[in-house]
């Protein structure tokens, strides 16, 4: 079994900002297995699903961004399963805008929804898809930038961005090493 987690924000108004790109990756996640964030389980929207046999448990945290660690620890009690099982999608400042990277381990750099599951686990290695979201055009404080709108002119770029990373992780979940999805997918 698989839990894949997207980080993000419960309220209406933070549904097409940059902190939820995550939220809309798992959407994307959900829509590829058939399924329907139906249940409200661990602080979070659950959906269940399977790839290749495998259950894959998606879910949406509502603990809000800086408190994530807290369903994601209650995820992981709830379906017995490992770190080594997670997968943790989420926007990330550091990175150009629209691109993804994927990593096994790993810090939680500047995110401090990361900060938070990390601590909460007590662990950094399960599997992160991070999605760039850094615009070098634009100069405002990083949590005023990440609490704001995606722009219409990037929108296309970003649902692409969130589709490739609901892809790799269900690469991953169905399967293939994080090494072979980090040579397809990362960039």
Do not use: W
């Not at 879910?59 to 017995?80: D, E, F, H, I, W």
């Not at 898809?129 to 990083?142: A, T």
């Amino acid at each position: 079994m698989y839990i894949i987690v997207g980080l993000g924000n419960p309220e209406e108004k933070y549904l097409k900002t940059f902190h939820n790109i995550g939220y809309t990756a798992v959407g994307d996640v959900a829509d590829k297995l058939g399924v329907k964030f139906k249940k409200k389980e661990c602080e979070s929207y659950v959906a269940e699903g399977y790839v290749g046999g495998e259950k894959i448990v998606v879910a949406r945290p509502l603990t809000y961004m800086n408190c994530s660690g807290r369903a994601v620890k209650q995820l992981l009690a709830k379906y017995k399963t490992d770190a080594s099982r997670l997968i943790v999608i989420y926007d990330d400042y550091d990175i150009p805008k629209g691109s993804i990277r994927i990593r096994p381990e790993g810090s939680a750099g500047t995110h401090n929804g990361m900060r938070s599951v990390i601590a909460e686990i007590g662990t950094q290695k399960f599997t992160r898809i991070r999605i760039g979201i850094r615009d070098c055009e634009v100069n405002i404080p990083i949590i005023n930038y990440v609490l704001s709108e995606i722009r219409r002119d990037d929108y296309d770029l970003f649902i692409s961005a969130c589709g490739r990373a609901a892809n790799a992780a269900l690469a991953i979940a169905s399967g293939k090493t994080v090494e072979n999805v980090m040579t397809e997918f990362n960039g």
